[in-house]
């Protein structure tokens, strides 16, 4: 309950349950490799601006390593702390005596968390990278398996024209997803500077190089400004955002399966499909429905950051403790519905039989015979009048375009290459081939 950052000034000890209460070592403990990373960078800092020697600086460094040692093999207890960081303080003091009490010189919990943060992002970013890229390589065997079959594209959920398997994934995953991938690369770069050495909100008087200090921590600089330094989160907003945009586009996709299951247009598998307790014919989408539904709580997440960092003055509050609770569970469930989506891809297949009723049943075909008649000199509106009258007068007969014959075509002014539309798979590859390569 005790904790280091009090002195006579600020009064005798916290009550007990404000202690438990404000702590962020609940949550921020996941911050402990980075924590360690940036204290052993910070040490040797201290030990080129000669605040400490060879020999502290070895002590405050070994004790390091080994709490990331017993941290890595799930070894280590931290003591009660208000967080992570006086958790670590207070453990090496245990462990090392007074030589501890130099680790804190020239630098604040402030300066502290925003580096850990922008540690910890920029590898959540890099493991993001490689979950898109795990995603894409899923959706590219998809493309190879089945992209060669004719479906429906929809609009307003009506079969609007054929096209193949190939263009929706591509346009559902692998397009969005691979500009998801080069925004995380804009991301990085809003990460790439180390707030370490901005102190509490205005630097310090100590001669700490913090330009080498970041090099060490591999970030290109060190900071511009130190009351900038200690309050943005820009770069936690931004992956928010980032993690946002990934998986409202997943659940775009989950979106369109849900769909193209209940039509009957794709199917699954059973490795990702869940039963009904009561009706025993049931195989439903969950794994879709459930990641459009982690999409929507992804939403809130973005608001509620932004809502944290608005109005809140310049530099360091405390408000922003909470910044981290938002950040890991929008990267956690972003990460997860990357994986599980990736996941389903070997999982789902479409119904060649399927899409081409549905192509014949929905008159996809109609703005094919439209453009013959164009490429055959008859006016676009002329065109597209002639071609809606004849879809009017096959309905009429409950019939479809395709029951059309050849020589009605050719009766209806049609040209004789009219008759190759009526095979609806040949319409849209003869379509999709203008857009191959
Ligand atoms: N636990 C705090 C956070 O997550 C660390 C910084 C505390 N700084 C302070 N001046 N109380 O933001």
Not at 106 to 133: E, F, K, P
Not at 301 to 310: I, N, Q, R, T
Request: proline share 4%; hydrophobic share 45%; aromatic share 4%.
């Amino acid at each position: 309950m005790s904790s280091i950052a009090r002195t006579a000034a600020t009064g005798g000890n916290l009550d007990p349950s404000f202690f438990a209460w404000q702590t962020s070592l609940p949550f921020d403990r996941r911050l402990l490799p980075e924590d360690l990373e940036g204290s052993r960078a910070h040490v040797r800092g201290l030990l080129r601006a000669g605040l400490v020697t060879r020999d502290e600086a070895d002590r405050l460094l070994a004790g390091l390593a080994e709490l990331a040692d017993e941290a890595a093999a799930g070894r280590l207890t931290l003591p009660d702390e208000e967080d992570v960081h006086m958790a670590v303080e207070r453990c090496l003091r245990e462990r090392l005596g007074p030589v501890a009490d130099k680790l804190h010189t020239g630098r604040s919990r402030n300066d502290q968390v925003a580096t850990d943060l922008a540690l910890w992002s920029r590898r959540a970013v890099r493991a993001l990278q490689a979950a898109i890229d795990d995603l894409l390589a899923a959706a590219e065997r998809l493309a190879q398996r089945h992209g060669d079959v004719p479906m429906p594209a929809y609009t307003h959920r009506q079969v609007a024209i054929g096209v193949l398997a190939a263009t929706w994934i591509d346009a559902a995953l692998g397009r969005p997803l691979a500009r998801d991938r080069r925004l995380l690369d804009a991301v990085l770069d809003e990460l790439d500077e180390c707030p370490l050495g901005a102190g509490a909100i205005a630097g310090t008087t100590l001669p700490l190089d913090r330009e080498a200090t970041a090099a060490d921590l591999g970030f290109s600089r060190g900071p511009t400004n130190p009351m900038d330094a200690v309050g943005a989160r820009d770069g936690a907003l931004a992956l928010v955002f980032a993690c946002q945009r990934i998986l409202s586009h997943l659940a775009r996709f989950a979106a369109d399966m849900v769909e193209l299951c209940a039509d009957g247009l794709w199917a699954l598998d059973g490795a990702i499909a869940c039963g009904s307790s009561m009706m025993p014919h049931k195989k439903n989408p969950d794994l879709f429905e459930l990641v459009r539904g982690r999409a929507a709580l992804g939403l809130g997440d973005l608001a509620a950051l932004a809502a944290l960092f608005h109005g809140l003055g310049t530099g360091y509050h405390r408000d922003l403790q909470y910044d981290k609770i938002v950040l890991f569970r929008a990267i956690d469930g972003t990460r997860d519905a990357l994986a599980m989506i990736t996941l389903s891809l070997g999982h789902v297949a479409p119904d060649a039989d399927a899409c081409r009723r549905a192509l014949e049943r929905g008159d996809a075909i109609a703005t094919d015979l439209t453009e013959l008649l164009v490429a055959r000199g008859v006016p676009f509106r002329e065109a597209y009048r002639r071609v809606g009258a004849l879809v009017a007068a096959q309905r009429a007969k409950g019939a479809r375009l395709v029951d059309l014959r050849a020589d009605e075509l050719t009766e209806a002014g049609f040209p004789a290459e009219a008759a190759s539309l009526l095979d609806v798979a040949h319409a849209a590859r003869r379509r999709a081939a203008r857009w191959a390569g």
